[in-house]
């Protein structure tokens, strides 16, 4: 089953290939929610390590803390990331949160834990595209965000900041389901904020100053947990 299921996955994956081919592929944000005091959270962290470098994916740790009560606060969750969760779940047909969940663009979920199961989803979401960017170019440079002309579905979309280390970090766990182990996470998320608004017009926004060595990625998100629409990272 196993086998069938790779062969599956590599079958999407060439056929969005295909598809894109005409058009520049859109960036597509895969967002793995995790934490450090969830047992079953390792396989879909390193699922996660697997895609992180892939042409086109833009791939995100954020860590939830709705675990810490097991006996390890997680080093790396924010309340925001738990909220953001949150927020994703009725249009995803779930009755709360859990984990390990991946969303992909905000409009597609699963466990992720299973072997090709993120790349698999990613190479679905790029077939619904048909190889092309639904909402409007994004640019990052001279330290603004500049979002084009486009249809804003809904009349307008979220502009969201988002700072995260780039690569993989080794985290060892002291306490709770995960004691003595060391849990890889690609991308950790760090900070997300919310920037302004785009309802359809060319719009620039400023970028506030990063630190830390942190990347930046810029998420245009129809409102209240909605499909990212566009998104850009540096």
């Excluded at 969940?101 to 992720?112: M, S």
């Excluded at 989803?121 to 603004?144: F, M, T, Y």
Aim: charged letters at 15%; glycine letters at 14%.
């Amino acid at each position: 089953m196993l086998g069938k299921a790779l062969l599956a996955g590599a079958a999407l994956i060439a056929l969005a290939a295909t598809a894109g081919t005409a058009a520049a592929q859109p960036l597509t944000v895969v967002e793995l929610f995790t934490s450090q005091g969830c047992s079953s959270c390792p396989p879909a962290n390193a699922n996660l390590i697997k895609v992180k470098d892939q042409p086109g994916v833009l791939a995100l740790s954020f860590n939830v803390t709705y675990w810490d009560y097991l006996g390890w606060k997680d080093t790396f969750g924010r309340q925001e990331f738990t909220q953001r969760q949150v927020n994703y779940e009725p249009a995803l047909g779930h009755d709360g949160p859990f984990t390990p969940q991946v969303v992909v663009n905000g409009a597609h979920d699963a466990v992720g834990a299973k072997p090709g199961e993120i790349q698999q989803l990613i190479a679905q979401s790029l077939i619904n595209k048909g190889g092309r960017a639904q909402g409007p170019d994004v640019a990052l440079a001279g330290g603004k965000v500049s979002i084009g002309a486009a249809k804003a579905p809904g009349g307008a979309a979220d502009v969201w900041l988002v700072r995260y280390r780039r690569g993989v970090v080794e985290v060892p766990v002291a306490r709770g389901e995960n004691t003595g182990r060391t849990l890889p996470h690609a991308n950790v998320v760090h900070s997300l904020e919310k920037l302004g608004r785009w309802n359809g017009q060319a719009t620039t926004l400023p970028l506030p100053k990063g630190g830390d060595g942190l990347s930046t990625a810029v998420l245009v998100q129809s409102p209240g947990g909605g499909p990212i629409l566009a998104a850009a990272a540096n």
